[in-house]
């Protein structure tokens, strides 16, 4: 018999693909770096990360369901939009590595503030979300 409780708990959505994927494209970037030098590393990476972004928000994992959903939230469309920009990122890093070396302080820059608002703007939302 499951109480309420129990209900809500196996209704929870689990998003835990961005770590799967940033981890995945490490070790690409790894495998990258004989061959194309450390901007393998870091393209892969990237591009990685960008797919655990898209795919946190398009797969829904939900007890033993898995189904894909268009995020309709503003915290899963910034997502979705930080991800396509990490695999453009990536893919541009391995096409023309000479451009991200004159824009790397930049990017690089860009990508922490954009993640810290990012986190910023998550945590404001947990703390504002009335209590079930």
């Known amino acids: 018999m499951h109480s309420k409780g ?5 209704n929870k959505r689990k998003h835990f693909l961005f770590p799967v ?3 995945i494209g490490m070790g690409v970037g790894f495998l990258l770096i004989e061959s194309i030098g450390g901007l ?10 960008g797919l655990g972004f898209l795919f946190d928000n398009l797969i829904v994992i ?3 369901k ?3 959903e ?6 899963g ?5 930080i ?7 990536g893919t541009v890093t391995l096409i023309a590595p000479e451009l991200l070396e004159k824009l790397a302080t930049y990017f690089i820059g860009l990508g922490f503030i954009v993640v810290g608002i990012f986190i910023l703007i998550y945590g404001l939302g947990l703390v504002k979300s009335k209590p079930s």
């Open 6 to 10: 129990d209900e809500k708990i196996e």
């Open 21 to 23: 994927f940033m981890f």
């Open 40 to 49: 393998g590393f870091v393209s892969a990476m990237f591009i990685g990360m």
């Open 62 to 64: 939900e007890e033993k």
């Open 66 to 68: 898995i189904s894909v």
């Open 70 to 75: 268009v995020p309709v939230k503003i915290g």
């Open 77 to 81: 469309i910034a997502t979705s939009i």
């Open 83 to 89: 991800g396509v920009l990490f695999i453009i990122g």
